[in-house]
């Protein structure tokens, strides 16, 4: 497997986060890295997001920090160029795909349907995020896309939270999974690291309590 979605497997739980203020990147990747989820996945809605993962890369360069919300192949150089190690996308785009394929990028476009899954695999994926997960019927409805593809493996994100992410995980076809619950904006705001740091660990603990 290649080495960056063998880490997702081993973290987990990918923070997803939208940081405005690189200045808090360090502190935010210090608080992840004490509670035991040493991931990021930098959103690209806010201005700052490239700036935030070349800040993060540069004082945790053992974290695994990727860009997500990726919408172009403009957005994937941007994302290359401050060192992201991996592209995350809401959505199944053909043209992001190919690109990060060729760019030698690991790539996790968002699947919601069959057709998606089919489409990813199609171009030599195994592994996809499944967004917005429990709106769409959570680990009921990912176990009925999944049977026909039992090459594929998931990373169910949207809605997920410490309330329902040990269904998920309790599903061998679950490689992780993603969620902003741990990295809230008012967390972030108001600057409450310990706070970020002590939901990490509760969810990481929940994690290795399933998985072992
Ligand atoms: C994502 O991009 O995967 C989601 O925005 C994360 O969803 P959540 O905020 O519901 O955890």
Redesign the pocket.
């Known amino acids: 497997m290649n080495t960056v979605i063998q880490r997702f497997k081993e973290i987990g739980i990918i923070p ?1 986060i939208a940081l405005e203020h690189k200045e808090d990147a360090s502190l935010l990747a210090d608080a992840l890295c004490k509670g035991g989820l040493p991931a990021a996945e930098i ?1 690209f809605r806010t201005r700052e997001a490239a700036a935030c993962i070349k800040e993060m890369r540069t004082s945790h360069p053992d974290m695994l920090v990727g860009a ?2 990726i919408l172009s192949t403009a957005q994937v150089d941007e994302a290359i160029s401050a060192g992201a190690q991996f592209i995350v996308s ?1 959505g199944f785009d053909e043209e992001v795909v190919k690109y990060c394929i060729q760019k030698d990028i690991p790539v996790v476009p968002g699947t919601a349907t069959a057709t998606d899954v089919q489409a990813a695999y199609k171009l030599g994926l195994n592994f996809v ?1 499944v ?2 997960a429990e709106i769409l019927g959570g680990i009921k409805m990912i176990k009925a896309i999944a049977a026909p593809y039992n090459m594929m493996t998931f990373m169910p ?5 410490e309330k329902n992410m040990d269904a998920y995980l309790k599903e061998d076809i679950i490689l992780c999974v ?4 741990m990295v809230k904006k008012d967390l972030i705001d108001n600057k409450e690291f310990d706070t970020i740091e002590a939901l990490s660990r509760e969810a990481r603990s929940r994690f290795e309590k399933i998985r072992g």
Do not use: N, Y
């Open positions: 997803v959103t997500g919300t809401p995020k967004f917005p994100s949207g809605g997920v939270s993603g969620g902003s619950w």
